[in-house]
């Protein structure tokens, strides 16, 4: 070989090479759905960074720690010619704006992007066009929801950036979160500008079209021959499904799936890595109405107390419930999202990519009282080029249930991970229960990476680090952030929440930790379980969580689909919300007035007369049967009438009372019935002149008594 044709050959590499390190809106869209970008730690090198309105009066954990302002906190204001604006964030360096969210009453202000020190915006338009609208892109990068606004689509910058709005005074209140990257000094970036994305129009189609199939590529490539049925034992014995070794060189017949990033030759190992887990469970007659009948619950408590673990390279990595790792939380919620899917049918998808050097093992542990019969549909496994930058997945769960709240104040910083060692976060699934109808998550996330005394990540409340906003209890789905369950009514029972990070994943070198506040407006108490995803090299490890035995001892607790209101009350079952006002779980043991039953009440506020709530109760066989219930008496409680299969039975029962006491058993008729469940109707009919005008209502116990 000729010098000069050295001399070429090495211009040419070189010119890959700075290409290939040139970050871009177009690199950034590619890495955006390059699903083996995420098992290798970034290179280049970056930080993950969130600028966002928290309250700055919160200093520190002895000082305003759980300050609730969060709403129109902002670096500075400024004058730029006649007007003012307020600085949401200014950064210099070289770096990309990977997610904005953003929620307010109202979209009045004018957003501004200047980048790279230019006086021109980059980008100008009212706020809610851009974030959440169509000003630069639709849907998934851009829309609304459940009353929050996201942007996805990234905004590179070689330079600096700063962001602005206007006209507050108009706007008042604007809560926000940007997160963004820190490129290493050195890094090449290309710059946004209006022009370039106009020219990646086609790109930003087949990105789009590839987010929304959320893994067809790879769903409808898995071969229906690999199922296979398993009975896993109940004990706690771990049943291994699958074990295999990677393929070695020689027998290789390689399926190259996806696009693996470049590797250098002399630094390359081959490795295999799992693209695909797929389950099937039996459903049985599910599904996701409130007639707690037709929920087959001993599916329910299986999916908890059922353990996914996964080992790759002889070490442990995942050790998850098999429900909450799919992301559904308790039972079985269809959505999907890039990671993970779950369908109606009761088949579970996940879709993170885990590679490994020589072997993977797969196993399932029941710790339940039952057997569980589960379908493996398939795994699916690709070669894999493992290189220095090549990172073990990890999957970590944690619950504590009866955390006490304080009304109206942040409780304690309740912690989702600590990591040790150098890796990426990825994501995370938050299940939880709420016994109290008002809201449970004004608590803001803290992230802290690499020793930091201070979080980089300081949210602005639980629903905006996922995405939605105002305590919206809707379903919600995206290939970032979901909602797939929230039982209601309002924020009552059980709520999942996810988000995974495409782009604004969180690289460490040293050490990782998640807080999130527990912020409940209501003193009661509350359940909290999490998945946290990421991935890390050899020697990180996860320190300060629970212990195995602690974990396992969560894992057996008994789960309910539908809870707390839609349980078995003594003696009935509530059949469907009243016609107006809430339903709550009262906790009656701080009044020394009586006793009540369970230490709790059905507590029906904010109705008015007129109103009904529909109960169930179940006659056992056939005969004569007393209808009797115990009440609550206070002095701001209504008078009622009760109904029994839709016939008026019994006078009406008047509540009022100047103290909080228990009725006792009041006998209201008595019925000839046939086996079988039958209907009863409470109906708010007035009030006594004494009594407050807030017509509540306390139920204590309602039953069916035999005669005979």
Request: proline share 5%; aromatic share 12%; net charge neutral.
């Amino acid at each position: 070989m000729t010098k000069k044709l050295v001399l070429i050959l090495f211009v040419l590499f070189s010119a890959v090479s700075l290409q290939a390190q040139t970050v871009s809106l177009s690199s950034l869209l590619d890495e955006m759905v390059d699903r083996d970008s995420v098992t290798r730690f970034p290179d280049p090198a970056f930080t993950c960074v969130q600028a966002s309105s928290y309250d700055r009066a919160a200093k520190n954990p002895a000082e305003n720690w759980f300050a609730n302002g969060d709403a129109s906190q902002f670096l500075r204001e400024e004058t730029n010619g006649d007007h003012k604006e307020w600085v949401l964030m200014d950064v210099s360096g070289s770096g990309a704006i990977v997610r904005f969210w953003i929620t307010a009453p109202h979209y009045k202000v004018k957003f501004r992007v200047y980048l790279d020190n230019n006086v021109t915006p980059a980008i100008e338009t009212n706020i809610g066009d851009l974030i959440g609208g169509e000003f630069l892109v639709g849907a998934p990068f851009s829309e609304e929801t459940a009353r929050g606004r996201n942007l996805y689509l990234p905004i590179p910058y070689a330079k600096h950036c700063k962001i602005t709005v206007d006209d507050m005074p108009t706007q008042k209140n604007l809560y926000y979160q940007i997160n963004y990257r820190n490129y290493a000094k050195g890094t090449n970036v290309e710059t946004f500008s209006l022009e370039n994305l106009k020219s990646l129009k086609d790109k930003i189609e087949t990105v789009k079209q590839t987010l929304l199939s959320s893994g067809n590529e790879l769903i409808n490539l898995s071969p229906a021959t690999s199922q296979s049925t398993f009975i896993v034992p109940k004990g706690g014995k771990p049943l291994t499904i699958a074990n295999k070794t990677a393929v070695s060189d020689n027998n290789r017949r390689s399926r190259r799936l996806l696009r693996a990033l470049p590797v250098t030759a002399n630094n390359k190992t081959h490795g295999e890595i799992l693209r695909q887990i797929v389950f099937k469970v039996d459903t049985g007659n599910i599904n996701n109405n409130n007639n707690i009948d037709t929920i087959n619950t001993k599916l329910i408590q299986a999916l908890r107390s059922t353990v996914l673990s996964i080992k790759f390279d002889g070490k442990e990595t995942v050790w998850v419930p098999l429900g909450d790792f799919f992301g559904g939380g308790i039972g079985i919620n269809p959505y999907k999202s890039w990671y993970s899917r779950v369908e109606k049918n009761g088949t579970f998808i996940s879709l993170w990519q885990m590679p490994y050097q020589k072997t993977m093992e797969i196993s399932l542990i029941n710790y339940g009282t039952e057997d569980v019969k589960i379908t493996l549909i398939s795994l699916l496994t690709d070669q894999y080029d493992w290189n220095e930058q090549s990172m073990y997945f990890h999957a970590d769960w944690r619950q504590q249930r009866q955390i006490e709240t304080i009304a109206g104040k942040g409780t304690i910083d309740w912690n989702y991970v600590k990591l040790n060692g150098k890796g990426v976060f990825v994501g995370d699934v938050l299940s939880l229960v709420n016994r109290n109808p008002v809201w449970w998550g004004e608590g803001d996330e803290k992230i802290y990476v690499d020793g930091e005394s201070f979080p980089s990540h300081f949210g602005t409340g639980t629903e905006d680090y996922y995405g939605y906003a105002w305590c919206t209890p809707q379903f919600f789905e995206s290939p970032f952030h979901f909602q797939p369950r929230a039982e209601g009514p309002n924020n009552y029972g059980n709520t999942t929440n996810g988000r995974v990070r495409l782009l604004d994943t969180i690289p460490f070198t040293k050490d990782f930790r998640f807080d999130m506040e527990v912020w409940h407006w209501a003193k009661t108490k509350i359940d909290y379980s999490v998945v946290t995803f990421w991935y890390g090299f050899e020697s990180a490890t996860v320190t300060d969580f629970q212990s195995r035995p602690v974990q396992i001892a969560e894992v057996l607790m008994p789960v309910a689909y539908q809870t707390p209101l839609f349980q078995e009350f003594p003696g009935f079952r509530i059949e469907k919300l009243p016609t107006g006002g809430n339903l709550q779980l009262q906790g009656m043991e701080h009044f020394t007035t009586g006793k009540w039953d369970n230490n709790d009440q059905l507590w029906w506020t904010g109705a008015k007369s007129g109103n009904k709530l529909e109960l169930l109760l179940d006659a056992e066989k056939d005969g004569k049967y007393k209808l009797v219930a115990e009440l609550t008496k206070a002095k701001d409680y209504g008078i009622v009438q009760f109904y029994f299969d839709n016939k008026k039975i019994g006078q009406p029962v008047d509540l009022y009372n100047s103290e909080v006491i228990p009725t006792g058993t009041l006998e209201l008729g008595v019925i000839d019935l046939k086996a079988g469940r039958y209907p009863v109707a409470v109906e708010i009919t007035g009030k006594n002149d004494a009594a407050v005008p807030s017509y509540m209502v306390g139920i204590d116990c309602l039953r069916l008594v035999p005669t005979e």
